[in-house]
Structure formats: structure tokens, C-alpha cells
């Protein structure tokens, strides 16, 4: 049950890797970028830069039941259900960060020096230097914006990741040989442990996601905050309705698949933000 979350620079030969990865694995292909919620698609698809050169992938894009997920603009909730299921390569931006802390998922950046990806990128668009750079700064500009949005980090730190490879130097085969050994190694096999921390991080995107959403969540949960451990929850923060910590305690437990609800949440009285 392989998962692998790959970083989309452009120009870095990712693609070619990812499609070496697909030939020599059963594995299907997931292109994404991480919104909030599905509301969020529209606004970041008129502002994003992640697909703008997807057509060249799209063939090898993988088909799911769940693909409601509008042209691979994927709230944490649907990275996190697709990687329990197996299987699968996320390519884009911010699922690497996301599945940082479930032991079985390989999160990788394919890299590459700049001058490198702007002559595959000029080959490419058959465009100009100058026009090709460009592009290139658009989308690690964008990259970025979803780093910092969801993680306040930089993207290109290696902390990040498990692997960094750098087709600069070493070819996209050679690059899915690293990838494949490595997924392949004890380090990155399945265990009860890493299971129970996947469906964990899942029951928490589901809620987090709940109260993005449900009619009138947004606003009563905006100070309260949600932990998950072996399918228990734990709800802490404050709120300032007395009968506000019931409702959201009784609205986790009707749409949230999960052992027990602890509500630790407070009741302060009125406060502002």
C-alpha cells in the first residue's frame, strides 16, 4: 500500500520520474493543490499557477470514486481519505507537508538548478528565456503562497521531506531507483502505529473541516481546537455561549466517525478577537 507525495516544480523532470514510478510500481497518479475547503477551489483555481502545463500530465492522472476533488484542488480532508486508501502518488503542492508525520509515506521533492529548468521549460513551451524564467518564478511564487498558507514555512527547506533529489544531477530512472528502494525499506512499511496515525490525522481533517463548513460552525468554533489520539477526540479552547460547547460536542460526535468526544472546551463569557 505505497504513498508517495512528490513536490510539481516545474521544469524539474518530476513528471518523468513520477511516470517511472508508475510503470515499475502499482500506483496510480493524483495531481493536487491544498485548499481550505471546497468552497476555496474557485478562488485559488483563478489565482493558482499549478495548472497551468497540467494537459501534458493529464493522461496519467489516476480515476477515483472520490474524484469530486475539482480538478486536483484537494482540501487536507480528501489528501488524507485518498492516502488511506494506498496506492497512489500525489503530485503537486502541499501533501509532502501534509503526510509529513505518518511514518509510511514517502514525501520526496524533485528538485533542479535553475538553469536546468529553464531550458527544459524553454524546450518545452518553445518560448524565450525571459518568458520561461518567468513562468518558472510564477510558480514557485504560488508554491510558496500555499506553503505559507497552510504551514508557515518554507517550501523548499529539507526538513520538509524524506528525500531531495536533484535531476541536475542524477536522471529521472536513476531518481524513481532511489524513490523505489526506499519505499521498498522498513523504514517506510506499514504498522498498526502508522495506520492508527493516518486515521487519527484523517478524523481531525474531517472535523477541522466540519467546522469550516456546517451552518453556523465557522463562527463559535473559531477558538476552539481539536487533538485526536486512537480514535478518541479532545476538544479544547473557549467559547463564550454557554450552550455553544454542547452543540459543537454533539455535532462532532453526529457527523465524526470516532471512539469518545472529551470536551474540554471553556466558556469565558464575551471576548473579542
Known sequence: ??????????????????????????????????????????????????HRFLPGDSDNVGRYDSMHMENGYMTPEEVLSLAS?????????????????????????????????????????????????????????????VFTRFFGTDWRDSLNYDLVLNTGHLNPEACADIIIDAIRSPAFSESDASRKELADQLTKARITSLFKTADGMKSRTKNVHVSVADGNVTLYGAVCDCGAARDIENAVQAHIGCNTVRNNIQTIGSYTN
Open 1 to 50: 500500500m505505497s504513498v508517495i507525495a512528490m513536490t510539481r516544480e516545474m521544469g524539474t523532470l518530476g513528471k518523468d520520474v513520477a511516470q517511472h514510478l508508475m510503470d515499475r510500481l502499482d500506483i496510480e497518479l493524483v495531481h493536487h493543490e491544498l485548499v481550505e475547503a471546497a468552497w476555496d477551489r474557485r478562488e485559488r483555481r483563478d489565482r493558482s499557477e499549478v
Open 85 to 145: 486508501r494506498g496506492n497512489v502518488i500525489f503530485r503537486g503542492w502541499g501533501a509532502a507537508r501534509l503526510l509529513r508525520s505518518i511514518p509510511h509515506i514517502l514525501c520526496v521533492r524533485v528538485c533542479a538548478p535553475m538553469e536546468d529548468r529553464i531550458k527544459e521549460m524553454m524546450q518545452r513551451l518553445g518560448v524565450e528565456e525571459a518568458s520561461a524564467r518567468d513562468e518558472i518564478k510564477r510558480n514557485d511564487n504560488s508554491h510558496a503562497s
